[in-house]
């Protein structure tokens, strides 16, 4: 067990609707890191918050947004849902603003029909 | 550009065999780390190692052993005397000093260990 929560562990949705991912870090991290995991473009990083800010960005489409709130608690957003958001969403955690060592939540299975 | 690449994607063992799963790595960073995590079927990401630009010194750890060189811009991972607990998909991932705090990933070796 990592320490880090992802809430909910599946979900099931239809396209053009809107989700929201939630994910604790460990206790003490205050990076969180959003990851998406689909069978064709493989493991990506989406955004990286630090202590409630945005810190870096990846391959993260404008349907999509995060936040950190703070008690450091982060959720993604994914509205506007197509077919190919179908991935498994992965939230990671670390103590630093550099990523040493990245723990990672079991992920949000999504599910888009 | 950053990129990691693990140009086997799948491979097969029989138990008590070795294995080595081998990464390569681009980037223009002088100050970067290296990671190895394991993806068991269950589906959660589990961290193996960290290793920086700085520390070529292999690494061993039980039966899994990584052999860093920065000649060849390598990070394998040997899996000693393999067991079915090993089957897995195994990802190399990079982040660079100069390149924020973007983990980049290479798309993983699947792993199946025959009993």
């Known amino acids: 067990d990592s320490g880090v929560t992802q809430t909910p562990k599946h979900l099931i949705t239809a396209t053009g609707q809107r989700v929201t991912l939630r994910c604790s870090p460990r206790?003490?991290?205050?990076?969180v890191y959003w990851y998406q995991q689909s069978l064709d473009q493989g493991l990506q990083f989406l955004i990286q918050?630090?202590?409630?800010?945005?810190?870096a960005k990846g391959n993260i489409l404008e349907r999509f947004s995060a936040q950190q709130f703070p008690d450091l608690h982060s959720e993604l957003n994914l509205s506007s849902l197509e077919l190919g958001d179908s991935a498994l969403y992965f939230c990671?955690?670390?103590?630093?603003?550099?990523?040493?060592?990245?723990?990672f939540g079991p992920g949000t299975r999504l599910t888009v029909t | 550009a950053q990129k990691v690449t693990q140009a086997q994607t799948e491979i097969s063992v029989v138990e008590k065999e070795d294995v080595t799963l081998d990464c390569v790595y681009e980037?223009?960073?002088?100050?970067?780390?290296l990671f190895w995590y394991k993806q068991p079927p269950s589906g959660e990401l589990v961290f193996l190692i960290r290793?920086?630009?700085?520390?070529?010194q292999n690494e061993i750890s039980g039966r899994y052993s990584w052999n860093f060189q920065k000649s060849t811009s390598s990070f394998n991972f040997t899996i000693t005397a393999s067991q079915v607990v090993d089957s897995a998909v195994y990802f190399c991932?990079?982040?660079?000093?100069?390149?924020?705090?973007?983990?980049?990933f290479g798309t993983g070796t699947s792993l199946t260990v025959i009993p």
């Open positions: 991932a990079l982040s660079g000093m100069n390149t924020g705090n973007q983990f980049y």
């Open positions: 918050y630090y202590n409630g800010e945005e810190r």
């Open positions: 980037t223009r960073d002088t100050t970067y780390y």
């Open positions: 206790s003490g991290d205050l990076s």
């Open positions: 990671a955690s670390s103590d630093g603003l550099v990523s040493y060592e990245q723990y």
């Open positions: 290793r920086n630009s700085f520390d070529e």
